[in-house]
Structures are given as structure tokens and as C-alpha cells.
């Protein structure tokens, strides 16, 4: 008997899986609800290998989704493993992989499970805008602190909590201007970045780099800056 997602997996939320699954199809289309994952991948991936050169690398993507991050990194040279609860994106990922002719290993599993046969496996980490859609980041946290390698890298993105974020990541993106589906995000999930350095700090990794995202609504073009009061990312080193 299949038993439901939420009780082989504690630290997930079966509504967003649900809403994910829902959505697989439309991953690889560049003028769908993806639109901005697509837009924002070259943004996160340069900055990411410029930190920790990717080429020849071990990496993990952690909710990896349909694999855009994921494809884009094994094109730089990684050998990339990638792992979601949500199995339709995870089929995707595979046969886009497999038609673009780019080698990932994809598996069905949370951060937390993967890591029980995977500790200090992994020259870098990726977990990118999915803290804000699990009930206990700090365990994705941990677990992600527990496969990467001594003096390896983990790298975060996720949504800041307060009334900025509210006004433009919620209200704009999602009601004004419909980038994203409306219910994408729930701001008492939303991460503060010293809440999020915190629980890195707590699992042994120390903050390297930070960016802030920001997104132009007149030209549509999203770019990497120093204001985190929205989205943002931290780039985490584990101790040699």
C-alpha cells in the first residue's frame, strides 16, 4: 500500500508538492509560471561557480525541481545529483536531461533521508528557493551541512520576512503583476537572513558570501546585488 507523502516525509507540506506536481509540464516552458526560475539561472549559477569552480565538482541540488539549475550546472562541468519529494518535476528533469543529452542522476528524496547514506559526500550544495516551502528549514539545513564535504560549499536562496517582501514578493509578484501564481508563497514562512545564517551557523557552516535579488518590472530583467531586504542568497563554507 502507497503510504502518503506527508508521513514518509515529515518535513513537507503535501499541498505544495500537490501544487508542484500540478505544474510539471509547464517546467521547461521559459513563458510559464517558471518564467522566473529561468530568468534568474544565469544570475545564481555564475555567481555560484565563481565562488567554488563547478567543473570536475560533486554537487547536490536540493529541491531540484524540473532541473534547471541542475542541467545548467552539469553544463559547466559538474557531475550533479538531484533530489525533490515532488515526483512529476523529477520526471521531467529526466527526460529534458535526457533529450538535451546532459548527464544528472536524479532521485525521489528528501534532503534529510539522502543524507543518511551521503555524509561529507559533496563538494557543493545548492538549495535554492526551498526553505520557504518546507514546514522545518532548519532540518534541511542541517542535513545539507551533513553532506558537504570539509571545506565545501553550501549555497541558499530564499524569500526575507518583512514588510517590504510582503508589499513586492507577494502582493506585486503574485497579485499585481501575476508573475507567480497567487498562494506561491506564505509570508509566516518566509526567512529573515540572520534566521537562516543562524541555523547554518548552528549545523557548522560559516557565511562566505551574501547577494540580494532584485527584479526591474519595467525591463523585466532580474540582477545580483548588495540589498537583501527581498530575496537573497548566502553562500555557506564548511569548516576544513
Not at 531540484?64 to 515526483?87: F, N, Q
Amino acid at each position: 500500500m502507497h503510504t502518503p507523502t506527508s508521513e514518509r516525509h515529515p518535513n513537507a507540506d503535501p499541498a505544495e508538492l500537490a501544487r508542484f506536481n500540478s505544474l510539471a509540464a509547464r517546467w521547461w516552458d521559459e513563458q510559464s509560471e517558471f518564467k522566473p526560475l529561468h530568468r534568474i539561472n544565469p544570475h545564481r549559477l555564475d555567481w555560484i561557480d565563481s565562488l567554488c569552480s563547478l567543473a570536475g565538482r560533486q554537487v547536490l541540488d536540493v529541491g531540484c525541481g524540473g532541473g534547471i539549475l541542475a542541467e545548467s550546472m552539469a553544463r559547466r562541468g559538474a557531475s550533479v545529483t538531484g533530489i525533490d519529494l515532488a515526483d512529476k518535476p523529477l520526471q521531467i528533469a529526466r527526460w529534458h536531461a535526457q533529450g538535451q543529452e546532459v548527464d544528472v542522476n536524479y532521485a525521489y528524496s528528501s534532503a534529510e533521508a539522502w543524507a543518511d547514506g551521503h555524509a561529507a559526500q559533496y563538494d557543493a550544495i545548492t538549495c535554492m528557493e526551498m526553505l520557504e516551502h518546507v514546514p522545518q528549514p532548519a532540518a534541511v539545513v542541517n542535513a545539507c551541512a551533513a553532506m558537504v564535504k570539509p571545506g565545501g560549499w553550501v549555497f541558499f536562496s530564499t524569500i526575507n520576512r518583512n514588510a517590504l517582501s510582503y508589499l513586492m514578493a507577494i502582493v506585486g509578484v503574485e497579485y499585481v503583476l501575476r508573475i507567480l501564481p497567487v498562494g506561491t508563497h506564505q509570508y509566516s514562512r518566509l526567512i529573515k537572513p540572520a534566521e537562516l545564517a543562524g541555523m547554518a551557523h548552528s549545523a557548522g557552516l560559516v557565511l562566505a558570501d551574501q547577494r540580494g535579488l532584485g527584479y526591474n518590472p519595467l525591463t523585466q530583467r532580474f540582477r545580483l546585488h548588495r540589498f537583501m531586504g527581498v530575496a537573497y542568497l548566502l553562500a555557506m563554507q564548511k569548516a576544513a
